[in-house]
C-alpha cells in the first residue's frame, strides 16, 4: 500500500491570516468556517453528523447509494478528486461504483485537517489496492492549480455542505476556478441541501447545542480555542455563547456566538485587537441553503452545465452532476 501525502499549506490550516482579518473587520463579525476545523473540530462535527436529527448525512448516503452507479456511467471517470474530503466515507460509494466499472485508477482527497484526512486515505488504498491515492493537506482552491493537468477524466466531488458554506462572491470565484481546472473529459459532482422543508432543517442545525454532551456548542467554542492556539488570542470561552438561527427569507443557517459582556480580545498573531459589546453576536458558520432553479442559474453563469439532478425526496437534499 502506498499513500502520496501531500501538504499544501502550513501554520493555520489552510486559511490566510488576510481572510481571517477581512472577516473579523466585517460587521457582524465573521470567522471564516475553515476555522472550526482543526482535528478536535473534526471530531466534533463526525459527531454532529451522527445525531439523529442531523439529516444532511443520511440523504447524502441515501442519494449516493441510489445513483452512484449511474454516476459512474455517465462521467466514465478514472479518478475521483474529492474536494474538502472529510472522513470520506460517503465517497467510497463513488469509489466501489468507479471500480466495479473497472475504470478506477486514482483518488485524490484533499482537506485542511490533515490527519482525518490521511486516516481516510490509508483506508481507502487499503480497500482500493490498484488505485493510485493521494491525501493533499490544504484547502481545496489552493489546490485546485496544483492537480496535474494529465491522466484519466475525473470526478472532482464537492459532498456535503462545503459549497454552502461559501459566501456567494466565494462560490462564484471557486466555481470559475473549477471551470478553468477542468479537462474535457472531467465532470463536477456538486451536493446542495435546499432550503425545505423549513421545520427539518431548524431542527436538525439546533441539535446538539444542549443536552449531556453538547457537541454543537462545544464545535463552535472549539473556532475560538483554535485562534486562541493559531494566533494567541485571549478568547475566555466562558464569556461566549453559541446559538444557531435559520433565517428563511436569506435562506441562511447562522452558527452565531454572543459575546456575555463588554470584553476586548487581543490577537496577537494577527496584531488585533477586537472590542465586544455585551450582546454582540458574530458569526463562526453561515450555510447556505439553495433553490434548485437558482443554483442551476448560478452554475450555468460559471459555465457549468448540468448533465442530470437527483434529489432526495425526504429532505430535499440534491446531488448535480455538472459537465
Not at 452554475?299 to 432526495?312: M, P, T
Request: with cysteine; net charge neutral.
Amino acid at each position: 500500500m502506498r499513500v502520496t501525502d501531500v501538504g499544501l499549506v502550513h501554520g493555520d490550516g489552510g486559511g490566510g491570516a488576510e481572510e481571517l482579518l477581512a472577516g473579523l473587520g466585517e460587521r457582524p463579525r465573521r470567522i471564516p468556517h475553515r476555522y472550526g476545523y482543526d482535528a478536535t473540530g473534526s471530531q466534533l462535527f463526525e459527531e454532529i453528523s451522527r445525531l439523529p436529527a442531523y439529516y444532511p448525512p443520511r440523504a447524502e448516503r441515501r442519494l449516493l447509494s441510489a445513483h452512484a452507479g449511474e454516476i459512474a456511467l455517465l462521467c466514465d471517470a478514472g479518478e475521483l478528486v474529492d474536494l474538502g474530503a472529510g472522513s470520506a466515507q460517503k465517497s467510497e460509494l463513488l469509489l466501489e461504483a468507479m471500480a466495479g466499472r473497472g475504470a478506477l485508477a486514482g483518488y485524490t482527497g484533499i482537506d485542511v485537517s490533515a490527519e482525518p484526512m490521511r486516516t481516510a486515505a490509508r483506508r481507502i488504498a487499503d480497500r482500493f489496492p490498484g488505485a493510485r491515492v493521494t491525501a493533499v493537506h490544504g484547502d481545496f482552491a489552493t489546490a485546485l492549480p496544483w492537480l496535474p493537468a494529465d491522466g484519466p477524466g475525473r470526478l472532482m466531488a464537492m459532498l456535503g455542505s462545503t459549497f454552502g458554506c461559501l459566501t456567494r462572491p466565494e462560490r462564484t470565484h471557486f466555481l470559475r476556478d473549477l471551470r478553468a481546472s477542468c479537462r474535457p473529459r472531467d465532470h463536477v459532482l456538486l451536493c446542495a441541501d435546499l432550503y425545505r422543508p423549513v421545520d427539518t432543517v431548524r431542527e436538525a442545525y439546533r441539535a446538539g447545542l444542549d443536552g449531556g454532551r453538547p457537541v454543537r456548542r462545544m464545535f463552535a467554542l472549539n473556532t475560538l480555542t483554535h485562534l486562541n492556539r493559531e494566533y494567541g488570542a485571549d478568547f475566555d470561552l466562558a464569556a461566549f455563547v453559541p446559538d444557531v438561527v435559520y433565517d428563511v427569507p436569506r435562506r441562511q443557517v447562522r452558527g452565531e456566538i454572543r459575546s456575555t459582556r463588554r470584553q476586548r480580545v487581543a490577537l496577537p498573531g494577527l496584531g488585533t485587537v477586537l472590542d465586544f459589546a455585551e450582546g454582540e453576536t458574530f458569526f463562526h458558520d453561515v450555510l447556505h441553503k439553495f433553490d434548485l432553479t437558482e443554483l442551476l442559474a448560478e452554475l450555468d453563469a460559471c459555465g457549468f452545465r448540468c448533465r442530470k439532478h437527483w434529489v432526495e425526496p425526504e429532505f430535499q437534499y440534491a446531488a448535480l452532476l455538472l459537465g
